[in-house]
């Protein structure tokens, strides 16, 4: 099935450090989100984003809907142990407040250092 | 408020077997969709239900089907298990008013020996 092409893969970074993702797709979306994944654990919707050039913030965490609609950014500002996890990209073709299937990223994987 | 509840968390079971798995979905959501998480494939789409109507399928063998209730709790079932089907099975559920923003249940790790 189709991944979406995230990188880093991995990245190990220090505490308070500010960290960067992206996103990349061959087709365009509607709709953008990014999920968090612990161990063991579902995937944590993290940020939503609807419309091109669209940038929001949650926390410290701000992602951007690229301006082709083929990708998306996510910045994570000074970095915290509990940030640790896999982060998940998705996109979505259905416009906003339609459901359609997401199509999954295939992950950043942060690992914080004191 | 409660999250997407999924029961069992564990399974193990052998080749040729059948599962089913369980989805309680967020109070007051109707749309739930089913992934599949593994290592090789990630997360891939299975199926979406909708006031009980299947209204999107993944790319699966007719081995992998769903169902849900009026009650919006949804079931989906593997037939003739195979050991490519180990994985873990993810439940996500949206309110209709913000259908894009699918929330996830902490899944079912199936282990198919």
């Known amino acids: 099935g189709q991944q979406l092409n995230q990188s880093p893969q991995s990245m190990f970074i220090q505490e308070g450090e500010d960290v960067s993702m992206n996103c990349t797709s061959s087709s365009i979306f509607n709709t953008w989100l990014w999920y968090k994944q612990d161990p063991g654990e579902g995937p944590v919707l993290l940020i939503a984003l609807y419309k091109a050039g669209e940038l929001t913030s949650n926390g410290r965490l701000t992602a951007q809907f690229g301006i082709t609609r083929k990708d998306s950014f996510l910045n994570i500002s000074a970095s915290i142990p509990s940030d640790v996890g896999i982060y998940f990209c998705a996109g979505q073709l259905g416009a906003a407040g339609t459901a359609s299937k997401l199509t999954f990223g295939t992950g950043t994987r942060l690992q914080v250092t004191l | ?113």
């Not at chain 2, 989805?23 to 009980?52: A, D, M, N």
């Not at chain 2, 169902?67 to 593997?78: D, L």
């Open chain 2, 1 to 113: 408020k409660a999250g997407v509840t999924q029961t069992p968390r564990y399974l193990i079971k052998t080749r040729g077997q059948q599962v089913t798995l369980s989805c309680s979905p967020i109070s007051g959501h109707r749309s739930v969709s089913w992934y599949q998480q593994t290592p090789g494939q990630g997360l891939q789409f299975l199926f979406e239900y909708f006031s009980e109507t299947q209204r999107n399928k993944g790319n699966f063998p007719g081995r992998f089907s769903g169902r849900q209730f009026s009650n919006s709790r949804s079931e989906m079932n593997v037939s003739t298990l195979e050991l490519g089907d180990s994985a873990l099975y993810l439940c996500a559920s949206s309110l209709l008013s913000r259908a894009n923003e699918q929330f996830f249940g902490p899944g079912t790790r199936l282990t198919v020996l």
